[in-house]
């Protein structure tokens, strides 16, 4: 991704050589999309079949409770299914379409993770036990926001400088040779 926007940055056709390596990489890229789809089917079958009935209810809060949106379209289906088809309609032949894929991978590994930290806080640990609801309710405060938001920045920025600072200096270097 971030060198299919590096390249249009500078207005630059990719070499080959470069491009050989995307192609790999995105062969990499399909092959860890598949084993993530295989991962997520384990971690569900593994607590529907012998976990704890916290796990199982952390579990249905992903297929049918309040994380179910996040899940259902973030996680599988914008971060999961539609890049993956992505890469085998193009047959890993289109620098975009991989840039696409990766953005949309990215969007959904960040729900991914998002979504085990809520259902951690959401399932009540003495489920059962009392008269609490099934789910509680849990919102990232403005501090957890803006934490995330920084780190986006700074990933951001240190593309763009490097690209300002690195990517000409590497991209004169190999017209010399």
């Known amino acids: 991704m971030f060198t299919h926007f590096a390249y249009k940055l500078r207005n630059e056709k990719i070499p080959h050589h470069i491009l050989k390596g995307l192609h790999s990489a995105g062969k990499i890229m399909a092959l860890v999309l598949f084993l993530i789809i295989v991962a997520t089917s384990w971690r569900f079958i593994s607590f529907f ?3 704890a009935e916290q796990g199982r209810l ?4 992903f297929l049918k409770g309040p994380l179910a949106i996040n899940f259902w379209i973030f996680e599988i289906t914008i971060g999961l ?3 993956l088809i992505i890469l085998v309609v193009s047959q ?6 991989k840039a696409i894929a990766a953005m949309m991978i990215l969007v959904g590994q960040f729900f991914q993770r998002y979504d085990l930290v809520v259902a951690g806080q959401i399932v009540p640990q003495s489920f059962g036990w009392d008269d609490l609801p099934t789910y509680f309710s849990y919102i990232p405060s403005l501090a957890e926001f803006m934490v995330t938001l ?5 990933v951001g920025a240190g593309f763009l400088l490097g690209e300002r600072f690195f990517g000409q200096k590497f991209n004169q270097k190999e017209h010399h040779h």
């Open 58 to 61: 952390a579990a249905e809060s």
């Open 49 to 51: 079949v012998g976990g």
């Open 92 to 97: 890993l032949k289109s620098v975009p379409s």
């Open 81 to 83: 299914v539609v890049p």
């Open 150 to 154: 920084g780190g986006m920045c700074v």
